[in-house]
């Protein structure tokens, strides 16, 4: 197995404390683990509101914006919806970072996580189609972008600075600590509609059920922001990140800089970005068009496997430290590879393939996407990773992620579940290439 490079941190001598943080700080105790708390809670928050999106837009969006479609067509629709959060979110990380650079992390992440709250929240008081036409469509495209904005303006630098003030020998652990958000969030998001869809009946879930996830959104994005304040506003973490060189650098100045490298970048997780949203929003899709099965036993499904991918997560970041963090994301994409080719054959052998689809996924999930953070930022010096985790992160959602559940639901339709097997094979491909590329150009 082999390892990507990884920058190592050195002060002067002079400029040390006798626990090895910089000297004169307001209190140098400012320790990993406490980082990795905000980073969880943080990331707790952002995934349910994405999920709580997504969940929507297979449960409620089809019916209450596009009962004039048939009910593929109206989900189709609103996976469109869906990826446009993705394709904003580089511009609201750009826009964020000439922000931070002006007024500071703290002004800009309270404006970040005000937006991706209210956005959330205002989706509960979103009329039907039957009420306000297509206003009510294009409502929810501007409250979606808007969302994508302030994901982009979210970027705290957290995960980054967890990953470079980890000890070397556990820099695995520690880069897996932020990806456990994702599970926490789908588990509170799936848990909530499985609730309020079986104590409802079909028109109550529809006509007000389905609005109070996203009112719980936004209390814990409250939660969220100040966990996290609490971090970025402390001048020791001011002053760490400005020693550490994590600093808000022009996106322009990246891309010259480094443009390949965060190209490639982008690329590697491609086959756990992918499998994404393959195992959280398309299985509900596909088995609610395709094959019935009762919503709160999918979505109880889904929680199950939701949390064996935590402790997959978990896992990966032993393996990690082991084995490479490179070497466990080549190892979890071959695996996810041989995945793809039997999704046709889980997918459509009823209720018990379709669970084992759900739960394998996750697992799968868990161990690729657990160290996926940590490889795609190892390349870049410290003075653009800041920036550049960010922006190489958002492209990885992008290309990945925003049109997976599009794409599978749409091509599966037609030419049958294979397509979805072929969609994922075509993520690992690109992941195993990514890989050989950044192995050559470290060794060069």
Request: with cysteine; net charge neutral.
């Amino acid at each position: 197995m082999y390892h990507l490079p990884m920058s190592t941190i050195s002060y002067p001598p002079s400029s040390m404390g006798h626990h090895g943080a910089p000297a004169g700080s307001a209190h140098d105790d400012i320790t990993p683990g406490e980082v990795a708390v905000g980073v969880i809670i943080g990331r707790s928050s952002e995934y349910f509101d994405f999920f709580v999106f997504g969940i929507a837009c297979v449960l409620v969006f089809p019916s209450l914006l596009f009962p004039f479609l048939s009910r593929l067509d109206g989900t189709l629709m609103a996976f469109a919806i869906f990826s446009l959060a993705f394709i904003a979110r580089p511009f609201g990380t750009a826009l964020s970072m000439a922000i931070q650079r002006r007024w500071g992390l703290a002004f800009k992440l309270t404006i970040a996580l005000f937006l991706l709250g209210s956005c959330t929240v205002s989706m509960a008081f979103l009329p039907s189609y039957e009420s306000q036409g297509a206003l009510a469509i294009w409502a929810l495209v501007l409250l979606r972008i808007g969302q994508g904005l302030a994901q982009g303006g979210s970027w705290d630098g957290l995960r980054t600075l967890l990953a470079l003030t980890a000890p070397e020998n556990r820099r695995g652990w520690y880069a897996m600590i932020g990806q456990l958000g994702a599970p926490v969030g789908f588990v509170l998001a799936a848990a909530l509609f499985a609730y309020f869809h079986s104590s409802l009946t079909e028109a109550e879930f529809l006509d007000w059920g389905w609005r109070y996830p996203f009112c719980v959104a936004f209390a814990i994005n409250v939660v969220a922001l100040f966990a996290r304040l609490r971090l970025v506003v402390d001048p020791t973490y001011a002053a760490r990140l400005e020693q550490l060189e994590l600093e808000p650098a022009r996106v322009r100045e990246l891309l010259d800089a480094e443009g390949g490298n965060v190209a490639i970048n982008s690329f590697v997780a491609l086959a756990s970005f992918a499998l994404f949203h393959l195992v959280t929003v398309f299985p509900l899709s596909w088995i609610m068009i395709f094959s019935y099965q009762p919503v709160a036993e999918v979505l109880s499904t889904q929680i199950v496997g939701a949390c064996c991918a935590a402790v997959a997560i978990v896992l990966s970041g032993v393996l990690a430290d082991r084995f490479g963090r490179a070497g466990v994301l080549l190892a979890a994409s071959v695996l996810i590879g041989v995945f793809s080719l039997v999704i046709p054959m889980l997918l459509g052998a009823g209720a018990a393939g379709q669970k084992t689809f759900i739960i394998v996924g996750f697992i799968l999930l868990g161990l690729s996407y657990g160290q996926s953070s940590g490889v795609v930022t190892s390349n870049l010096p410290k003075r653009l990773r800041y920036t550049g985790a960010a922006i190489s992160t958002d492209v990885a959602w992008l290309i990945g992620a925003a049109f997976a559940p599009l794409v599978a639901l749409g091509l599966s339709s037609r030419f049958g579940p294979v397509a979805a097997g072929l969609y994922l094979l075509s993520g690992v491909v690109c992941t195993l290439i990514a890989l050989w590329v950044g192995r050559a150009t470290s060794r060069e």
